[in-house]
DNA sequence: GGTTGACCTGGAGCCCGCTCCAGGTGGGAT
DNA sequence: ATCCCACCTGGAGCGGGCTCCAGGTCAACC
């Protein structure tokens, strides 16, 4: 039994990814994103894993990994499966930048509340 | 009594916040630090309250507040006391953001938990 | 079969936040 | 007295990551 193989127009991934569809085909034309299928008349036509793929990307940017980085993650998955290892350790050292990333928006928000008591103070 | 009076080179302002020397310039240029002290020389002698001032430049910048809105709150902070109701409602309001910033962080790199893990399952 | 609107390409432009440079002055340790 | 190094200024340049544009093609609905 095979998964849905489903076909989606740039504006339903759009839709999906919140990502514009200007940065689609920014992603698409340095190689972050794979050659996307085209229809007869040379629209994109995205298909489950692109969504999937989309989704990773999502979260790499989000927690501020940059593209170079991204590209390099993206070489290793097309190198094929013997890359999994070092796919891992990217994502685990990436972790790692999320985890301080949290720790240190944490400590300066503490300083952004600590702030606030000193200004609630001298009203 | 009053505090300590103190005036600290650029290098020292340099390793106490982290700053380079030519993003401080840069921010004397643009206004978010107010016109610095100079010695005879014309070089720039900071004290305690620019200390002071920076350190919460630090927390609103790695908080991701953008330059322009910190110099909205420098300004309130030059027009004077009676602007304290206002910097509060613009640190809360950014703190409200600084909240959901930690909190996509984190579901993010949940997505990215979940990515090892469906990678170490295949190994 | 006409209109509207989604989509296409290549390339230029933009915004942010620094960062670097050239060319020069002054301070302070030896 | 000399050296070196910190510091100064104004202005140009940069890197990242999009974002926008012109000019054109197709599709789909009425």
Known sequence: ????V?????????EETGFTLDTLRYYEKIGLLEPVERNAAGQRRFSD???SWLGLVRC????GMPI???LRFAE???AGDHTIPDRIRLLEEHDRRVQSQIANLTARQRGIHNKI???RSVL
Chains 1, 2 share one sequence.
């Open 1 to 4: 039994m095979l998964g849905p």
């Open 49 to 51: 894993s692109d969504l």
């Open 76 to 78: 290793l998955v097309r």
């Open 68 to 70: 170079a980085q991204m």
């Open 117 to 119: 008591s000193y200004y």
């Open 60 to 63: 790499l940017r989000d927690t």
């Open 6 to 14: 489903s076909v989606y127009t740039p504006a339903e991934v759009v």
